[in-house]
Nanobody, 119 residues
């Protein structure tokens, strides 16, 4: 099992910044990719950014150039630096980890952290 705990959410004005953290524990030795997803009220959960075990990154078009995903393997922590925040970034942000076991990939989620951007 893998446990993921997010932190760093909050209320910020448009144009401001926040840094989300996701601390991973448990059977983390075989985690390959990790990522951040978000879900706004009344909408489906959507990908924000992912990072592979080799640190290759992928971003949603809506956040490119504003958000940066990174991971500190020594601290077992995933980060999302969010700059130039917009009201449409308001959502619950979830940390995700993928752990291949044989032919299957186990997917883990954190409990989420609320980000609210005021205009």
């Amino acid at each position: 099992q893998v446990q993921l705990v997010e932190s760093g959410g909050g209320l910020v004005q448009a144009g401001g910044s926040l840094r989300l953290s996701c601390a991973a524990s448990g059977s983390i030795f075989s985690i390959n990719s990790m990522g951040w997803y978000r879900q706004a009220p009344g909408k489906q959960r959507e990908l924000v950014a992912t990072i592979s075990s080799g640190s290759s990154t992928n971003y949603a078009d809506s956040v490119k150039g504003r958000f940066t995903i990174s991971r500190d393997n020594a601290k077992n922590t995933l980060y999302l630096q969010m700059n130039s925040l917009k009201p449409e970034d308001t959502a619950v942000y979830y940390c995700n980890a993928n752990r291949p076991i044989g032919a299957l990939t186990h997917v883990y989620w954190g409990q989420g952290t609320q980000v609210t951007v005021s205009s």
